[in-house]
């Protein structure tokens, strides 16, 4: 095969790959119910700011159990479920590695919007050594907070 051939068919299976993740990412949005009206632009805003590493949640599915998640972590199965964030008691998924820094935090709190805010203005500031690296600016922290707040409220398993 001769170079520029071979080139082709390098960037034949790079635009595959790349088609199927766009075509994921369509199918995982259409494939969630309704919203009431106003909700759609913080869904869309969860799943480009958050779901790569914490899969799409269900919503009105009010525990954290692995089953309510919709889709898992869309690139990096990193972070935790988030069904049921809020109110949930921190660093409270059994089984997920959670790191030292975090551990050593998360004594028997909740995640309310306080908590929420603080963690997501600078996951790094509130928790020196989390393995989430994250700030979020205004206005979409709030959008994302009212979001997990409406859809994605503790209840006891
Ligand atoms: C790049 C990956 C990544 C992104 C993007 C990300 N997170 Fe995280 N998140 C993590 C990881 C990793 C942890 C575990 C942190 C630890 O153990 O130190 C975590 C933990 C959390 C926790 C604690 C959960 C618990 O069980 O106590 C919350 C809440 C959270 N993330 C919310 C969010 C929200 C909301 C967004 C979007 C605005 C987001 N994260 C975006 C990787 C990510």
């Known amino acids: 095969m001769g170079d520029a051939k071979r080139h082709m068919k390098h960037l034949g299976h790079a635009m595959h790959g790349l088609a199927g993740l766009l075509l994921l990412s369509a199918w995982s949005l259409a494939a969630l ?13 969860y799943a480009k700011v958050c779901s790569k590493c914490h899969g799409l949640i269900q919503e009105d599915k009010l525990s954290w159990r692995p089953e309510n998640l919709y889709v898992p972590a869309v690139t990096l199965p990193l972070g935790p479920n988030l069904s049921g964030i809020y109110l949930r008691p921190a660093g409270s998924i059994e089984g997920y590695p959670y790191s030292r820094a975090f551990r050593e935090l ?21 928790v020196r050594g989390s393995t989430m690296y994250l700030k979020v600016k205004q206005p979409t922290r709030g959008k994302i907070i009212a979001y997990l707040k409406k859809y994605a409220r503790y209840k006891k398993p």
């Open 106 to 126: 998360a004594t028997g709190w909740v995640w309310d919007e306080d908590a929420l805010d603080t963690w997501l203005t600078s996951s790094q500031e509130f």
């Open 33 to 45: 119910p309704a919203l009431a009206e106003g909700d759609d632009e913080a869904r869309t805003l």
